[in-house]
């Protein structure tokens, strides 16, 4: 099957705009459209057997413990969205090749677009909720960037604000209702997900997974409360606009209520809440458009009021329903694409979306007006385009419900009243726009657009057409598949025949023609009443109430938050007090069966040389040097201890990090005052401080005593059995860190890569003056760099690199590993730095410590990622005995590699920061009359 590979390809596109940026445009949009439409003909290909009611799902185990899996199926439901995806997809990198300007970066904007389409692939091939979340929240990202592409207009900075904080927030809700549904279950996996609807409608949680599932669902749909974002999402360029309302991201919340339909439906919470919140976004979106003057406002809350539209058929409680709201799914989307493109048109080639200034184009270009006035006629239901036939759907669906009770009849009288709304603002954009007089102030004379930019919409516009006349040839197949996906058995008998006959439905349509006809006719009386009520600007409440959060956030962190120190450590130490104190009262004694560890003259001398130490900081804090040695003389009793207890790989990276912690210490305190005031404490501060402190003391060293007299049963006896056969290596910590807990270490040195590149940012061309006296106005040695401390250092590099290849190479088996030889070869080469100076460095060391950052990273990544071709999991680690004469015996394994990449990363990472932090004092110095 070929599916499997549909959502990687435009994954791997991403980078192609970026790389054939400087090409033609024409040669950039056909390079960026290859790998989708390589992704469409996959999915084509497979087509036959998803109509045929065949269902794939293809996974590789990533974390199984975790459920997490690389998970993708592929049923009607995935492949309808799949190809709305990737067809409008294609057409909109067209569109956008002749809507865009030359100022507008092509390679940036298809970039996202792409990363768009990709998020979207995630959510609805997904078989797997937890890497559909993923998806989920990729998709309000890449939307954001999307809307945001035009930077420089403050309407689309704030749109895509808006529109990231509420999707971003409906995901987080989407998060906690997928990990309490995967706790109801037992599985993240769909598969069994799909197949538990009983289990989960009987469940306790089921009040709160649905709860959360339409707000992640409703969020993202733009339903009513959370509706006001997508008006102010249309500052994006118009090809965002018409991807973002027909295939992409307000579709992803119907795709959600579709995909969990057989779990969570067909309950009375599931028909009143989903039905009636459907109800009030078509009303409220449809008599809302009628009034925006502004095209693509207009476009934007007709896509409201038709996602209600849908959103109340997902709510009624018949499976007809079902069905219609995937249909209408399919018809939305071609025409409101097409209208998008169309008002993208007038707005390119008139200068204005203003409906008050757009009249009588039609005599200025009359194929878009053509084009435009069939979409609109779809959007308005009118007979023979793909819009009426979902429609007619619509309105039986309606009259066959009883949620209300005997109030049900409204369902269907306040239906029409949206239709005749529909029809209202669908008869404004032909009437308005095309006719009507002529334009008025527009900036320069209309015309029709270039030939390849209007073939989107021709496309679109022959779909509604061929659909609207011969449905069950068209859409008939791909319909029942998808259908089948939703419902999850099998379907009831329908029909989508052109003539049903005279019936309700028809005459619900024809009402609503008549009745749109009549609305329009008298918009001016609708234009003074609806001007008697305030107008809500949603970005400006939405502005107000960010605002009033930050103020409110500011007043409780600047109670919580005064400057002090003292008090954030008086804070954290109470609250762990309060945390870890009340179980030890449970106990009855803290001693277990074990025998003590015995006490020598060493583990004495030790225990007294830390103590006096960390006291010895406490008390001279105020003198930085004296401290920076005590704290020194911790650690290194800290690292002899860990060699005491046999951890010598411990004490081998503590005194690694001790050394270049000492070195950034000292490197980051020469900008410091030399001597601190000491703090002058009141005495019951003093005493409160001293009592929470010895009390921290006594439950860490009661908890300490428990653990080393009671005997556990600790994952270690694991690792120490399975180190050898499971990893290849006799050295546990080694194999711990690069094969059973590889994943964690890879996490590890990203953040450690990541925090590394943060510090060069923050101090890069940063300069600060070098001080030429100390506290006690005696001057600096004019000697920077020392002969002596030259000639020493220049001589143990060798040496200090041979111990690292040396440290690097046994530690597999023997203490060492990646880790503490990287920051062996550090230490060797910012001694470097210290004895010689930076310039001198850099004129023979021309390595680019972030581009070995990201070398390292990569290494890694890959290491992880070739276990997959073998079909393991991530981070699966290999390895050999072989043979070689002279040689002899030896072990290959792929954690080697692995460790290669710390190795790296971790070089990259201490010598990025101390080297920037060295060069903070190159430039220039403070004359002798500094302060």
């Keep these: 099957m070929y599916y499997f590979w549909v959502p990687f390809l435009p994954m791997l596109g991403i980078i192609v705009p970026l790389l054939t940026n400087k090409l033609s445009r024409s040669a950039c949009t056909l390079a960026t459209a290859m790998l989708p439409a390589l992704a469409l003909c996959f999915i084509l290909l497979d087509l036959p057997a998803v109509f045929a009611g065949q269902s794939f799902s293809q996974s590789i185990e990533w974390i199984p413990q975790l459920g997490l899996a690389l998970s993708f199926r592929l049923d009607g439901l995935s ?46 091939m997904s078989n797997n909720m937890l890497q559909l979340w993923f998806y989920w929240e990729l998709t309000s990202i890449s939307s954001f960037l999307l809307i945001g592409f035009w930077s420089h207009n403050s309407d689309a900075r704030k749109g895509a604000r808006m529109a990231l904080t ?52 409703f969020t993202k749909s733009a339903q009513f409360p959370f509706h006001f974002w997508l008006p102010h999402a249309m500052a994006a ?50 008599y809302t458009a009628l009034f925006k003057h502004d095209l693509k406002g207009l476009l934007a809350y007709s896509t409201i009021s038709h996602l209600g539209l849908i959103v109340l058929l997902l709510g009624l409680n018949t499976e007809l329903a079902a069905i219609a709201a995937i249909f209408h799914v399919m018809n939305h989307a071609i025409f409101k694409a097409s209208l998008f493109m169309a008002a993208g048109i007038i707005d390119h080639e008139s200068g204005s979306r203003d409906m008050r200034q757009l009249n009588g184009l039609w005599k200025y270009m009359p194929i878009t007006a053509t084009l435009a006035m069939v979409a609109s006629a779809s959007m308005a239901g009118v007979p023979l385009l793909n819009g009426f036939l979902s429609k007619e759907m619509f309105f039986a669906e309606t009259l066959d419900q009883s949620i209300l009770g005997a109030m049900s009849w409204l369902i269907p009288v306040l239906s029409t009243i949206a239709a005749a709304f529909a029809v209202a603002y669908s008869l404004r954009f032909i009437h308005d726009v095309f006719f009507n007089g002529e334009p008025k102030g527009l900036t320069k004379t209309p015309h029709e657009p270039p030939r390849y930019m209007r073939v989107p919409v021709e496309v679109l516009v022959a779909i509604c057409l061929l659909v609207g006349m011969f449905p069950n040839y068209t859409i008939g197949p791909l319909l029942q598949s998808a259908s089948l996906a939703v419902l999850n058995h099998p379907l009831p008998e329908y029909n989508l025949a052109l003539w049903h006959g005279f019936n309700i439905p028809l005459m619900m349509s024809g009402m609503a023609i008549v009745g749109g006809l009549a609305i329009y006719l008298n918009l001016k009386h609708l234009f003074k009443f609806s001007g008697m009520f305030p107008d809500i600007d949603a970005k400006i409440e939405f502005e107000g109430f960010i605002q009033a959060s930050v103020k409110w956030a500011q007043k409780i962190t600047g ?38 560890t015995p006490i020598n003259g060493a583990v004495i001398v030790a225990a007294i040389l830390l103590m006096a130490g960390s006291l010895a900081t406490v008390i001279w804090s105020h003198y930085r040097l004296i401290a920076l040695l005590m704290l020194s003389l911790v650690g290194l009793v800290v690292s002899i ?102 994943f964690d270490t890879f996490g590890e040195i990203t953040v450690l890569g990541i925090a590394a590149l943060g510090i060069y940012k923050l101090i890069a061309g940063m300069r600060l003056s070098m001080r030429t006296k100390d506290q006690d106005g005696r001057l600096w040695a004019k000697d920077k760099h020392p002969v002596l401390l030259s000639v020493v250092s220049q001589s143990l590099l060798p040496l200090f690199l041979l111990i690292s290849a040396y440290i690097f190479i046994r530690g597999h088996n023997l203490p060492g590993g990646g880790f503490i030889a990287g920051l062996i070869t550090s230490i060797a080469l910012i001694q470097q730095y210290l004895a010689h100076g930076v310039d001198w460095m850099t004129k023979r060391v021309s390595v680019s410590y972030r581009y070995m ?79």
Excluded at 576 to 593: E, H, K, V, W
Excluded at 683 to 705: E, K, N, Q, Y
Excluded at 891 to 909: Q, R
Aim: charged residues 10%.
């Design 166 to 217: 509420i999707t971003g927030g409906g995901g987080l809700a989407l998060l906690a209702g997928i990990i309490l549904l995967g706790q109801v279950v037992g599985s993240y996996d769909l598969d069994v997900v799909l197949n538990s609807g009983e289990l989960v409608k009987q469940h306790p949680y089921y009040l709160a997974i649905l709860s959360l599932f339409l707000i992640g669902a």
């Design 853 to 931: 950052i990201a070398i390292g990273l990569v290494t890694a990544g890959l290491t992880g990622l070739g276990s997959w071709i073998f079909g393991r999991p991530f981070l699966t680690s290999w390895f050999e005995y072989v043979s070689l004469p002279w040689i002899g015996k030896f072990e290959l394994t792929s954690a080697l590699v692995f460790d290669l990449g710390v190795y790296f990363t971790v070089i990259g990472a201490t010598l990025l920061i101390l080297a920037s932090l060295g060069q903070l004092t190159t430039k220039e110095r403070i004359t002798e009359g500094e302060r």
């Design 641 to 742: 201890t860990f060699a005491y207890f046999s951890a010598p790989d411990l004490a081998l990276t503590q005194l690694s990090v001790e050394i270049v912690t000492v070195i950034l210490l000292l490197l980051a305190l020469y900008f410091f005052p030399q001597y601190t005031p000491t703090s002058k404490s009141r005495p019951s501060h003093f005493v409160r401080d001293l009592a929470i402190a010895s009390l921290i003391g006594c439950i860490i060293g009661s908890i300490c005593f428990a653990l080393i007299t009671n005997p556990l049963d600790s994952i270690s006896e694991f690792f120490l059995a399975n180190a050898k056969t499971g990893g290849g290596g006799t050295n546990v910590v080694n194999v711990i860190l690069v094969d059973f807990r590889g």
């Design 237 to 286: 360029p118009t090809p965002v606009s018409a991807y973002l309302h027909s295939a992409t991201m307000v579709k992803a919340g119907i795709f959600l209520l579709a995909r969990f339909y057989p779990v969570l439906a067909d309950t009375e919470v599931w028909f009143v809440v989903v039905s009636l919140t459907g109800l009030f976004t078509m009303l409220l979106g449809a």
């Design 79 to 124: 492949a309808l969205f799949s190809l709305l995806i990737l067809g409008i997809g294609l057409l909109v990198i067209l569109y956008a090749r002749y809507y865009l300007s030359e100022k507008d970066n092509m390679g940036i904007f298809y970039c996202y677009l792409i990363m768009f389409m990709t998020a979207m692939l995630g959510i609805v």
């Design 559 to 596: 109670k919580l938050e005064n400057g002090s120190l003292q008090r954030y450590a008086f804070c954290l130490c109470f609250f762990a007090l309060l945390l870890i104190a009340p179980p030890l009262f449970d106990l009855d004694t803290t001693r277990g069966s074990l025998p003590g």
